[in-house]
């Protein structure tokens, strides 16, 4: 439905409710006021017969020539004869109430007052019908005007609407002008600051929608250039595989193409991963999530490939540890750290990672005695596919960006320092208190 026409009928529709409520409270006004006027022409009416001196016959001759209309006159002796009735079919009493009173009859409800003067008694009546008419009139007469005025009100509250309205028109259109790639601010311009939040909610809008596109169109770029060159990879490698002339030659060639489809596939993975963890991406719902299960769970999936390098590998903590957050993600997280920490520590290294709770807030820490990451560049190391120069064996710089995603969703901070022995990487992970829980009772 149209704004403008419901504005219309609304503010239209409530003058005119006003404007009956008034009148009726002018038309009862009216009718008060008119019966106290009427009864005192009744009562005067009947009084100005006082000082005057009549007969039987000379009062039945005063009043039959009066003009009186809309009135009922009627006189009776003293001794109750009736001596004039002006209305003999009206139905009206024979036996008089002296003073002011109301009566209903056959032919309506009558207004009467009756008196007693030198021996005579005289009652004079109006229908109350006449009294009503009147003060309708005098409704009407005030209502009139009001009615109409009523069109060109509703004139010119169209009018008013609509110049009200164009601010909102005129940002509608722009933002129907906008294209895909034009995501700047919309100009708020003259518009009424009703309309302010609106204009800037649609730029904090179209700010993240920038940003997500933007975001967007870099990893689409970072990922094609990363796939790149594993793909070339495997093309010369299967082409050194279908030349070899020897089997000793074929079988290398082999191992070296199986070892470019893992690092492609790994690569894969971790693009995988790393866009169900963007911002805009579909979320879990939020439930108790064990902490410790899942960095036990990530030791023993990275257990075989520590044993193949000779690595210490542990997990110790201090029993399950819930927290509220995204199962899944959480364990993306947790393979993670591990993963990275077995990955770049060399042979017969140390590999730890511990759970806990600290004045409410539950973490995760994975450090090892490896390589390490100089303290200039571990802000650096969370951006996508960034790799340290020193940084040795495979891997495609995703991994710690992934991490960060996740402890963004869940409101975590990470923090990177020296790891065992005062080398190597520790990572922290440390979980609002919020999303942390008591830990749960051992099975």
Excluded at 53 to 69: I, K, M, T, Y
Excluded at 74 to 103: C, F, I, N
Excluded at 214 to 222: L, N, Y
Excluded at 384 to 390: N, Q
Aim: net charge neutral; charged share 20%; hydrophobic share 45%.
């Amino acid at each position: 439905m149209s704004l403008r026409r419901r504005l219309l009928f609304w503010l239209l529709t409530s003058v005119l409710a006003g404007g009956l409520l008034a009148s009726s409270v002018v038309f009862f006004q009216a009718l008060g006021e008119t019966n106290a006027i009427f009864d005192y022409q009744l009562r005067q009416l009947a009084l100005s017969l006082r000082d005057r001196q009549f007969s039987r016959a000379a009062v039945v001759e005063a009043l039959q020539g009066e003009d009186v209309p809309d009135l009922a006159i009627q006189a009776w002796a003293p001794d109750g004869t009736l001596l004039y009735d002006s209305a003999p079919g009206a139905g009206l009493p024979s036996v008089v109430r002296l003073g002011l009173s109301t009566l209903s009859t056959p032919r309506g409800a009558w207004r009467l007052y009756a008196t007693q003067l030198r021996g005579l008694t005289i009652q004079v009546a109006q229908p109350t019908a006449v009294r009503d008419r009147l003060a309708a009139q005098a409704a009407g007469r005030t209502l009139l005007p009001f009615l109409v005025a009523l069109p060109l009100m509703g004139l010119l509250i169209w009018r008013l609407v609509g110049r009200e309205l164009a601010p909102l028109e005129r940002t509608a259109e722009a933002v129907a002008r906008r294209s895909p790639a034009s995501l700047e601010p919309i100009p708020a311009g003259d518009a009424p600051e009703e309309m302010r939040g609106l204009i800037d909610s649609l730029n904090t809008l179209l700010g993240r929608l920038d940003a997500a596109l933007e975001s967007q169109r870099r990893f689409v770029a970072d990922a094609a250039h990363e796939l790149r060159s594993p793909l070339t990879a495997l093309s010369l490698q299967l082409q050194l595989a279908t030349r070899a002339r020897t089997e000793e030659k074929r079988a290398q060639a082999h191992e070296s193409l199986r070892q470019g489809v893992e690092r492609a596939t790994r690569l894969v993975e971790q693009l995988l991963a790393l866009a169900r963890q963007s911002p805009d991406a579909p979320a879990e719902p939020l439930a108790p999530v064990d902490l410790a299960a899942l960095a036990r769970g990530a030791v023993e999936h990275h257990a075989a490939a520590a044993a193949a390098k000779g690595l210490d590998l542990a997990c110790v903590g201090a029993g399950p540890l819930a927290i509220q957050g995204e199962r899944g993600a959480l364990a993306v997280l947790a393979d993670n750290l591990v993963g990275n920490a077995v990955r770049y520590t060399p042979a017969e290294g140390r590999v730890r990672v511990s759970t806990g709770a600290d004045a409410g807030t539950a973490f995760l820490t994975v450090a090892d005695d490896g390589p390490g990451i100089p303290p200039g560049e571990r802000e650096r190391v969370f951006h996508r596919f960034y790799r340290g120069a020193d940084a040795g064996g495979p891997g495609s710089g995703l991994g710690l960006a992934i991490v960060k995603e996740v402890a963004d969703r869940h409101g975590a901070t990470v923090t990177l320092s020296d790891g065992l022995g005062g080398r190597g990487l520790r990572v922290r992970v440390a979980f609002p208190p919020a999303a942390a829980r008591a830990a749960l009772s051992p099975a």
